[in-house]
T-cell receptor, first 113, second 111 residues
Framework: DAGVTQSPTHLIKTRGQQVTLRCSPKSGHDTVSWYQQALGQGPQFIFQYYEEEERQRGNFPDRFSGHQFPNYSSELNVNALLLGDSALYLC????????????FGQGTRLTVV | GNSVTQMEGPVTLSEEAFLTINCTYTATGYPSLFWYVQYPGEGLQLLLKATKADDKGSNKGFEATYRKETTSFHLEKGSVQVSDSAVYFCALRSNDYKLSFGAGTTVTVRA
């Protein structure tokens, strides 16, 4: 059983560009969350998708947007990249339920130059 | 709002030493509590969890007890190995869908 898979693993973009990151959830999971982990810090919640809708959003600007597809996979889009967007972006999936743990992917390391 | 405060690192130990990483939290409602571990260059792996007061989570020799009276969830291991070198994150989920993480504690175990 494949776990949560993310692509690409590494990415370098120029300031002002746009980027799309992808996530396939663990089999049987229908909920996908995205987190941003800056170097030396804990992950920060960006948003969560369930039934193709954004269910909850953290304190991130509108430059950060997402999408969930009918097969539960998800994309994270970031527009007008800033140097401060350089981070590890983590995708987590979980079955619907409040106390179940989230399973994380390996992450996408985004570097903005 | 919800928040997690972790013991600051880095922590350096010798093999077979006792490890404690302190974690306290502030949350609305009755949160579920988690410890995640991150090995170099990897994503997060769930280490253990507890969903109600006085629950003890355990895995791979690590333990943590949900203490509602002190709002704490300290991580302990009696005898660490070099392979336990990693970053450890305390986290909670309360009356919403997101995980709130602490800043992480880097643990290095020397042979």
């Amino acid at each position: 059983d494949a776990g949560v898979t993310q692509s690409p693993t590494h990415l370098i973009k120029t300031r002002g560009q746009q980027v799309t990151l992808r996530c396939s959830p663990k089999s049987g999971h229908d909920t996908v969350s995205w987190y941003q982990q800056a170097l030396g810090q804990g992950p920060q919640f960006i948003f969560q998708y369930y039934e193709e809708e954004e269910r909850q959003r953290g304190n991130f600007p509108d430059r950060f947007s997402g999408h969930q597809f009918p097969n539960y996979s998800s994309e994270l889009n970031v527009n007008a990249l800033l140097l401060g967007d350089s981070a590890l972006y983590l995708c987590a999936s979980s079955p619907l339920g409040e106390s179940t743990e989230a399973f994380f992917g390996q992450g996408t390391r985004l570097t903005v130059v | 709002g919800n928040s997690v405060t972790q013991m600051e690192g880095p922590v350096t130990l010798s093999e077979e030493a006792f490890l404690t990483i302190n974690c306290t939290y502030t949350a609305t409602g009755y949160p579920s509590l988690f410890w995640y571990v991150q090995y170099p260059g990897e994503g997060l792996q769930l280490l253990l969890k507890a969903t109600k007061a006085d629950d003890k989570g355990s895995n791979k020799g690590f333990e943590a007890t949900y203490r509602k009276e002190t709002t704490s969830f300290h991580l302990e291991k009696g005898s660490v190995q070099v392979s336990d070198s990693a970053v450890y994150f305390c986290a909670l989920r309360s009356n919403d869908y997101k995980l709130s993480f602490g800043a992480g504690t880097t643990v290095t175990v020397r042979a």
